[in-house]
C-alpha cells in the first residue's frame, strides 16, 4: 500500500459485515462471507485460519468449515506450508469471474434435465410440463446471456489492463 493511502480498518470491517449480511440474506452462508469478504478486504496475498480468527473474532474451528465451503465453491485456493501442519489461503485471480465460468455449465445441464422431466409430466402441453418448459427456458437464457456477459467482461478488462 502507497504511503499516501490512509486505511480505515473500522470501515473495512464494517463493510465486510455489512456486505457479509447481504450476502446471508440471498443464501449464502453467513461465515463464509465474513472469511471471504475479510480475504478480499486484507492487503496480504495469503491469510493463515488464526489470521482469519483473529480478525473475525471466532474460532479456528468456524474457520475451517467456511474455507472448505468455499474452497468447494473455488473461491478460495489452499498454500500449505512445506514442513508445517499450518496452511494460508488466498483467493484465485478473478475469483468472481471464475466461480460464474465454472458454475455456468450447471444451467446447460440443469435444462437438459428439464427436457426429460417435461417428457414425464407428459409434454409442454400439460401443466407442470408447462412450467418445467418455462423454467428450462429461462435457464437456458440465462446460460446464453451469461456467456454474453462474461466475454464482455474479459474484454472491458482487457481495455483496461
Do not use: C
Not at 482469519?52 to 478460495?76: D, Q, T
Not at 468472481?96 to 417435461?118: C, H, M, P, Q
Amino acid at each position: 500500500m502507497s504511503d499516501d493511502v490512509t486505511r480505515d480498518e473500522d470501515g473495512v470491517r464494517r463493510s465486510v459485515e455489512h456486505m457479509a449480511m447481504m450476502l446471508a440474506d440471498m443464501g449464502f452462508p453467513r461465515m463464509a462471507s465474513r472469511v471471504l469478504l475479510t480475504m478480499m478486504g486484507a492487503e496480504e496475498s495469503s491469510l493463515s485460519a488464526g489470521d482469519l480468527a483473529e480478525r473475525l473474532g471466532v474460532s479456528p474451528a468456524a474457520i475451517s468449515g467456511a474455507v472448505k465451503y468455499l474452497m468447494h465453491l473455488g473461491f478460495v485456493v489452499r498454500d500449505p506450508v512445506p514442513g508445517s501442519r499450518r496452511d494460508f489461503y488466498r483467493l484465485p485471480a478473478e475469483p468472481w469471474y471464475g466461480v460464474t465460468l465454472a458454475k455456468r455449465s450447471f444451467y446447460g445441464y440443469f435444462s437438459d434435465e428439464a427436457d426429460r422431466a417435461i417428457a414425464a409430466a407428459g409434454g409442454e402441453a400439460t401443466v407442470a410440463g408447462e412450467r418445467v418448459a418455462q423454467m428450462r427456458d429461462f435457464f437456458r437464457f440465462v446460460e446464453n446471456e451469461l456467456g454474453t456477459a462474461l466475454q464482455r467482461w474479459q474484454e472491458q478488462r482487457m481495455h483496461r489492463a
